[in-house]
């Protein structure tokens, strides 16, 4: 449900405790007399990075930043989604860790239902079991409307597909939506005794994950704080409006090129529109929605397009070689274990 957060926390240190405290790293800026000193382990990542910044020449004048992935925190790892009942204990723990480490009261900390959000990453494990590779060629091939890029990566050593991210290039709203290989990730990110054990944990699981913008995080939350953030009803409505504006909640039918074609050939249609309709396709196919866009006018994209979904039966014209189940995200879907992809498949 939630993986990255990043806190902004009204905390205010006093120059003695500033100066107990062991900083990893700290920097001045010259140039508007600020002092930017840092907490952080390069070797744990399931440890939270803090950031404490104020102005040398008033104390009083600072902020604290707390950026971290909650379930790495809580569970050691970010292969398990943080559940419902683990939200309220994992930022009592946090609370803690924060006074703990810069050495002051608990009631300095302020209580986290005060908390704004300034990064928020939620997502959700869909274990697709072997057809985890036809979901990521097939999102590929899909444009997202709206400003976004799609960007395919593939591994070093294979043609496998190792995610796929649609990110909007407005540096003022900034947002990033990302489906990957989450074994791939543990391979190549993950160290640790535990590392074998989340390997064959993730096996299978395709990571579905949005960073929200911080105009969606103010439409939410004016405010942008933590309690009305980090909740699973907030968390379920994104992924799953998401996943129906990417054609993904529907059945994914079979709808390789030549079966396609053999369901146009088979309908009543005269030659001509049948001929039509098959030359759309293969460029559709070959060339993707944007190239057709430009290619056709309005109207003719949008004539030949819906007439194929009512040909096909299909919410979105999609290709992929086998029948894929859809993705969905249920409103209990953070209370429940790991939901596997056979007991999805037979509902």
Not at 173 to 185: H, I, L, S
Request: hydrophobic share 35%; net charge positive.
């Amino acid at each position: 449900m939630i993986d990255t957060v990043k806190f902004d926390i009204k905390l205010i240190l006093t120059e003695e405790q500033i100066d107990n405290i062991s900083w990893t790293d700290i920097r001045k800026r010259m140039k508007n007399n600020m002092v930017r000193c840092e907490l952080f382990n390069e070797q744990d990542d399931t440890q939270p990075r803090i950031i404490y910044s104020f102005r040398e020449d008033d104390v009083n004048r600072a902020w604290l930043k707390v950026e971290l992935s909650l379930p790495r925190f809580l569970y050691g790892s970010n292969v398990y989604e943080l559940k419902q009942v683990d939200i309220k204990p994992a930022m009592r723990k946090l609370r803690r860790y924060i006074a703990e480490t810069l050495a002051v009261p608990l009631s300095q900390v302020p209580h986290y239902d005060e908390w704004e959000v300034e990064k928020l990453h939620i997502c959700k494990n869909f274990d697709v079991g072997p057809h985890l590779q036809h979901y990521l060629r097939l999102l590929s091939t899909i444009q997202k409307p709206g400003g976004y890029k799609t960007i395919p990566y593939t591994a070093a050593d294979s043609n496998n597909l190792e995610s796929v991210v649609y990110q909007r290039k407005s540096k003022r709203n900034k947002r990033v939506c990302k489906f990957y290989d989450k074994q791939a990730e543990v391979m190549e990110r993950e160290t640790g005794p535990n590392k074998n054990k989340h390997l064959q944990e993730a096996e299978g699981i395709l990571r579905f994950e949005i960073e929200l913008s911080s105009y969606e995080m103010r439409k939410q939350s004016p405010g942008r704080l933590a309690k009305d953030l980090l909740t699973p009803q907030f968390a379920v409505k994104t992924l799953q409006d998401e996943l129906i504006s990417l054609g993904l909640s529907m059945p994914i039918k079979q709808s390789s090129m030549k079966t396609v074609i053999d369901t146009i050939n088979r309908t009543s249609l005269n030659v001509r529109t049948k001929s039509m309709l098959i030359a759309f396709l293969t460029e559709l196919h070959l060339n993707g929605k944007e190239y057709c866009k430009q290619k056709y006018s309005r109207t003719s994209y949008y004539d030949n397009y819906n007439k194929l979904k009512e040909i096909l039966g299909m919410d979105e014209i999609l290709f992929t070689d086998i029948d894929l189940p859809p993705l969905k995200v249920h409103k209990d879907s953070f209370k429940k274990q790991k939901e596997s992809f056979h007991q999805r498949a037979r509902r």
